[in-house]
């Protein structure tokens, strides 16, 4: 016996905060992506500028992450901005991590 389709015209809300956490990781990670290749093209000597701009990203991956968190507890249908957010947050947050490694190791 065939299963009856069932339809739903109910329109899925998304959250804020998980639209401000996928906005915060995107923006991180292109961030993270432009500062690389800046100091690939400068050949390292970049400056301070790049430094502060880098931080600027590792705090807008930290908090896109906590607005990831915070989109579960919302009222809303969908979750997947906030997943989306989290991950990209994630990444990010690594991907800064090794650079901050690599810098201190260089320094030694």
Do not use: H
């Not at 970049?46 to 915070?70: K, S």
């Not at 969908?78 to 201190?104: D, E, H, Q, Y």
């Amino acid at each position: 016996m065939a299963d009856k389709r069932v339809y739903s015209f109910v329109e899925k809300k998304y959250s804020v905060n998980g639209i401000a956490s996928l906005v915060m990781g995107g923006i991180s990670a292109v961030l993270l992506l432009l500062l690389l290749a800046i100091s690939y093209w400068l050949k390292g000597g970049a400056g301070t500028w790049i430094g502060a701009c880098g931080v600027t990203g590792i705090v807008m991956a930290l908090l896109g992450l906590r607005y990831g968190f915070v989109s579960f507890q919302d009222d809303c249908k969908s979750n997947l901005p906030g997943k989306a957010g989290m991950i990209l947050c994630t990444v990010a947050i690594v991907g800064w991590f090794f650079i901050v490694c690599v810098g201190i190791v260089s320094m030694m």
